[in-house]
């Protein structure tokens, strides 16, 4: 096939079919209680120098627990995919976790501003970059998740965006068409927050999925923490609402408020003051660096963090403005 | 006339844009103000989409993040970011609204950094997100953003998303598809669109208070100008009204 232009950033990643059905072959389809720790999780399935990527969007759906460990465990020289990476990716930065990234959205937390400390941290030079748009790096999840190589794609062709990234176009057997091909990803490790689980790893997600289907789907191994265990004839109750099946899991953890201080649908809003307060106090390196000890690098666990941050009172609260209650509106007209 | 700042005016003429009946894809802050203002006012049957995978939400307030609880609250369908662009790629989206750091007189936006060197960039941005997909696949592109020299720039450092790229037809010769592209840039000045054949950005409509030479000075590039260029309309007492009591009483995008 003739290639008629090639972005020129790294390709991370091997997008191999092959060699990934030869993973997928070993892997266990026993359906086995797959109940961990986090930290048991992380030691496991996680290494120095693998492809990560992270379920939710920004701030919404995210495994909080499972990347605060990452931290603790000192991971370095990971692969990251950055697709809509907000909260995560400030704390993977705070963490200097990976130096290789699949970059469509980083640094910035939507409507509430830009991470200063991981501005600076790719500023520093510290990280190989390739580029992506949002669509285009799912697609890359896609095309893994169909177990092909590549699929054409419509976007990104004649930017910057496109030629900092490692895509090629390609003409339409068909139609003569010019098309983006996107390399599929296959990351060595995905880690996904879920409202519902059994013990052997079939998830409920409610609201929107972002690319988390897929992402489960192309990702070698696949670490869960769930708001909530729920029984496998309850799973059976209602198949259909299975997003996940227990065949792509690795390690089920059940860590309740798990998306703090994120969003999660139905259950609670985003902790606006501390996100706010991660972006006053990595102005400053120094109060930075104490506040990561405390929250982060001495803390046990998510339960530990999240009483420092007002424990059950204020989850009540973000259910409140999460389920916008009318305790929440008063609150609101008071303002 | 009452009253009004220029982000309720800009917030005003975006929102006018949006033919009832058809559909947009949006992110938070203005773009999203202007589509519930739309809503209320002439437009109630706009279908507003976010990338994240919200379709259709009756918005109790303005969202945080395009994948909050809010961008599906009472969504007809809470979906997938594929599924969201699969729709706009298939033709299904209408307008869309994006910004940038930067924007040339094509309608190419720099959203990703300043500076050359890509893996140590000068000021390093977000990047794309969904920007270059809905810039790629939405009919009418629009951009609301403040207008300056330095914003409004002969070159951007790094074209993020894609306008009309270098111009004429090589939007549709790099591979996008054909007939769409941007369609009105509204700042505080002015509101442009772009000449048909160029695809050159072109003042049609200034802002009360201002001059053509005023919009030209806070421009890095020479700007064509419309044969007619009209006044911009104020805001009228009910879009004042609805924006400041039912879409942003908070006052987060239109300020106080």
Same mark, same amino acid.
């Given at each position: 096939m003739e290639i008629l232009k090639e972005g020129i950033a790294t390709l991370f990643g091997d997008p191999d079919p092959d060699h990934a059905r030869a993973f997928f072959r070993k892997k266990s389809r026993k359906m086995e209680n797959k109940l961990m720790s986090v930290k048991e999780a992380v030691e496991t399935f996680v290494h120095d120098g693998e492809y990560l990527g992270i379920g939710g969007f920004g701030a919404n759906r995210i495994p909080t627990a499972v990347i605060h460990e990452i931290m603790r465990q000192g991971r370095k020289n990971m692969a990251f995919a950055g697709h809509t990476a907000t909260h995560d990716f400030q704390l993977l930065c705070a963490g200097k976790v990976f130096n290789k990234l699949d970059g469509s959205y980083i640094v910035g937390l939507e409507a509430r501003g830009l991470s200063p400390n991981a501005r600076q941290y790719l500023q520093d030079g510290n990280v190989d970059i390739t580029d992506w748009s949002n669509y285009a790096l799912a697609t890359r999840f896609k095309a893994a998740a169909m177990g092909v190589s590549f699929l054409p794609f419509r976007g990104t062709m004649g930017t910057d965006t496109f030629k900092w990234g490692a895509g090629k176009t390609i003409t339409c057997p068909f139609t003569g068409e010019t098309y983006m091909a996107v390399p599929a990803l296959y990351p060595d490790v995905a880690a996904i927050h879920v409202h519902e689980a059994d013990v052997y790893g079939n998830c409920r997600i409610k609201g929107i999925s972002i690319s988390d289907s897929d992402l489960a789907r192309a990702a070698k191994r696949l670490i869960i923490t769930t708001e909530r265990i729920i029984s496998n004839d309850e799973i059976r109750s209602n198949?259909?609402?299975?997003?996940?099946?227990?065949?792509?899991?690795?390690a089920v953890c059940e860590v309740p408020y798990g998306s703090y201080p994120g969003n999660m649908a139905y259950e609670y809003f985003s902790d606006e003051e501390h996100l706010q307060e991660w972006l006053k106090v990595e102005k400053n390196p120094e109060e930075f660096k104490k506040f990561l000890d405390k929250?982060?690098?001495?803390?046990?666990?998510h339960f530990e963090y999240i009483n420092l941050h007002g424990g059950i009172e204020k989850m009540c609260k973000l259910r409140d403005k999460e389920l916008l209650s009318e305790n929440h509106k008063n609150a609101g007209r008071d303002k | 006339m009452s009253d009004y700042n220029t982000m309720e005016l800009m917030v005003c003429c975006a929102a006018r844009e949006l033919v009832d009946g058809s559909s947009v894809g949006v992110g938070t802050g203005a773009p999203c103000a202007a589509a519930m203002l739309a809503q209320k006012t002439h437009a109630p049957n706009l279908m507003i989409v976010f990338e994240a995978g919200g379709v259709a939400p009756l918005l109790p307030e303005m969202p #945080?993040?395009?994948?909050?609880?809010r961008t599906f609250f009472k969504g007809v369908m809470a979906t997938s970011m594929p599924e969201i662009m699969e729709t706009c790629s298939r033709g299904l989206i209408d307008y869309t609204f994006l910004g940038g750091a930067q924007i040339d007189m094509y309608g190419n936006l720099n959203s990703t950094q300043l500076g050359q060197d890509h893996n140590r960039p000068k000021t390093r941005f977000p990047g794309s997100g969904g920007a270059n997909d809905f810039a790629s696949f939405c009919w009418r592109m629009m951009v609301i953003t403040p207008q300056d020299a330095r914003r409004f %720039?002969?070159?951007?450092?790094? #074209? %993020?998303t894609p306008g009309w790229l270098q111009g004429g037809d090589s939007r549709a010769k790099l591979?996008?598809?054909?007939?769409?592209g941007p369609y009105r840039i509204i700042t505080n000045m002015a509101v442009m669109d772009f000449e048909e054949k160029s695809k050159r950005m072109r003042i049609i409509s200034i802002n009360p208070g201002y001059s053509v030479k005023d919009v030209q000075d806070n421009c890095g590039f020479e700007l064509l100008k419309a044969d007619k260029i009209i006044e911009t309309a104020h805001p009228t007492e009910e879009e004042l009204r609805i924006l400041r009591d039912q879409v942003d009483p908070g006052r987060i995008v239109i300020g106080r």
């Open positions: 198949p259909t609402a299975t997003m996940i099946p227990f065949y792509l899991v690795d929250n982060i690098y001495n803390c046990k666990s | #945080i993040s395009v994948g909050d609880s %720039t002969e070159k951007c450092d790094f #074209i %993020t591979g996008l598809p054909k007939g769409c």
